[in-house]
């Protein structure tokens, strides 16, 4: 299994895991079990955990909230936010041969807005990414966003985003 880095056009930095141990939840084993054959995958499974989504939506509000533009860019953090879309991501990571991506918000996360703006633009960035894995479940998964330090807020989106919760079944 290989974990990757597609985060940057030009950039791919590459981890290879060599082996694949889960830790028993159950108490009845304390050591290193090998992992249930409902997750056994091929040696060259490749999974990049760096996929930033970054809808129009998103950077129109990070340039609403006065994020600098520079060229026709949003800068956050002094770094470029690039045109992304779902379909041009997947034709970039097929053509890296990656199975399977984790998409996640980028810098600054949505704290940046105030009150319900920030839970808002969650509840959009959350329902994109939903969109996406459900046209393609078998090789995209997210880190649902989260409008905190707002936690009401959070527990309420948590709440209404039950498809963004990890499930294991082992």
């Given at each position: 299994i ?9 950039f791919?930095?590459?981890?290879v ?15 290193i079990m090998s992992p ?6 091929p040696?060259?499974?490749?999974i990049?955990?760096h996929?930033?989504a970054?809808?129009?939506?998103f950077?129109?509000?990070l340039?609403?909230?006065?994020m600098p ?23 970039r990571r ?6 399977f991506s984790?998409?996640?918000?980028t810098s ?12 808002n ?10 969109k ?11 880190f ?9 807020a959070?527990?309420?989106?948590i709440?209404n ?7 294991v079944?082992?």
């Amino acid at each position: 299994i290989s974990i990757c880095n597609l985060g940057w056009p030009n950039f791919s930095s590459l981890i290879v895991v060599t082996h694949l141990h889960l830790v028993s939840t159950d108490g009845a084993d304390p050591n290193i079990m090998s992992p249930p054959s409902a997750i056994d995958l091929p040696d060259d499974f490749t999974i990049d955990v760096h996929t930033h989504a970054v809808p129009q939506f998103f950077k129109d509000a990070l340039i609403a909230s006065g994020m600098p533009v520079v060229g026709g860019t949003v800068l956050v953090d002094g770094f470029m936010t690039p045109k992304w879309d779902i379909d041009s991501y997947m034709e970039r990571r097929d053509q890296l041969r990656c199975d399977f991506s984790i998409m996640s918000v980028t810098s600054p996360g949505v704290n940046f807005a105030q009150g319900s703006e920030a839970a808002n633009l969650a509840r959009r960035l959350n329902e994109s990414m939903a969109k996406s894995i459900a046209t393609r479940p078998s090789r995209l998964g997210a880190f649902g966003v989260l409008p905190l330090p707002d936690v009401a807020a959070s527990l309420v989106e948590i709440k209404n985003e039950p498809r963004m919760a990890v499930k294991v079944d082992a």
